[in-house]
């Protein structure tokens, strides 16, 4: 496996991937002043590299980088992390490309898109639909039948009742509590969250 991203992100799912038994080979990473990562010789050309992860945090940089590699090798292989301890259910569906980190719980018939990431701690709860690209943070709580649109970012221990609806390219902030819908392109915060921002694309 290979991860395109030297960073933070990259090295815990390196661990994630180790867990599992699987090497990551090497990282790739767009800045050539970087030369190593986590004990791991540094990349500069992810041409002919496969099976790949997105190993980037910023979710419409991830989508970028995705959006290139698959322009610049369309057999290009994306993998899934899934740490071992994380709970997910048999009827829920996981996206290409898509990291689940310690400690998360996906619950009966929950859909994550490709290229998400579902943190350390995060719960998904039954019926959910998490579309591409979206960062469900650190410790976040999403009840059933939320529907989140795709590069949404929920931010750390944020929790969401059960039915409302997230739009796209959205920024909930810290700590939020998400009691009714969200439109796209948003940034929204507090308790209960409220519209702080029309300003996201």
């Given at each position: 496996?290979?991860?395109?991203?030297?960073?933070?992100?990259?090295?815990?799912?390196?661990?994630?991937?180790?867990a599992n038994?699987?090497?990551?080979q090497a990282y790739v990473d767009d800045n050539?002043?970087?030369?190593?990562?986590?004990?791991?010789?540094?990349?500069?050309?992810?041409?002919?590299?496969?099976?790949i992860?997105?190993?980037?945090?910023?979710?419409?940089?991830?989508?970028?980088?995705?959006?290139?590699l698959i322009f610049d090798n369309q057999n290009i292989e994306f993998g899934i992390a899934i740490h071992p301890s994380a709970v997910i259910s048999p009827s829920a569906k996981i996206g290409e490309g898509t990291v689940v980190m310690a400690g998360a719980v996906i619950n009966a018939c929950a859909v994550i898109g490709r290229h998400c990431i579902v943190n350390t701690g995060a719960t998904v709860d039954h019926d959910c639909v998490i579309n591409?690209?979206?960062?469900i943070a650190?410790?976040?709580?999403?009840?059933?039948?939320?529907?989140?649109?795709?590069?949404?970012?929920v931010g750390v221990g944020s929790c969401v009742i059960q039915c409302v609806e997230i739009g796209k390219n959205c920024m909930i902030g810290a700590g939020s509590v998400v009691v009714r819908n969200i439109p796209d392109g948003v940034t929204a915060y507090g308790n209960p969250?409220?519209?702080q921002l029309i300003e996201r694309k």
């Amino acid at each position: 496996m290979y991860l395109f991203g030297a960073s933070g992100h990259g090295k815990v799912i390196k661990d994630i991937l180790n867990a599992n038994g699987i090497d990551v080979q090497a990282y790739v990473d767009d800045n050539k002043e970087v030369e190593e990562c986590y004990g791991h010789k540094v990349l500069h050309d992810a041409a002919g590299l496969s099976p790949i992860i997105v190993s980037v945090g910023v979710n419409n940089v991830r989508k970028a980088i995705v959006q290139r590699l698959i322009f610049d090798n369309q057999n290009i292989e994306f993998g899934i992390a899934i740490h071992p301890s994380a709970v997910i259910s048999p009827s829920a569906k996981i996206g290409e490309g898509t990291v689940v980190m310690a400690g998360a719980v996906i619950n009966a018939c929950a859909v994550i898109g490709r290229h998400c990431i579902v943190n350390t701690g995060a719960t998904v709860d039954h019926d959910c639909v998490i579309n591409d690209y979206c960062h469900i943070a650190p410790g976040v709580n999403i009840s059933g039948g939320v529907h989140v649109g795709e590069c949404t970012w929920v931010g750390v221990g944020s929790c969401v009742i059960q039915c409302v609806e997230i739009g796209k390219n959205c920024m909930i902030g810290a700590g939020s509590v998400v009691v009714r819908n969200i439109p796209d392109g948003v940034t929204a915060y507090g308790n209960p969250a409220r519209i702080q921002l029309i300003e996201r694309k």
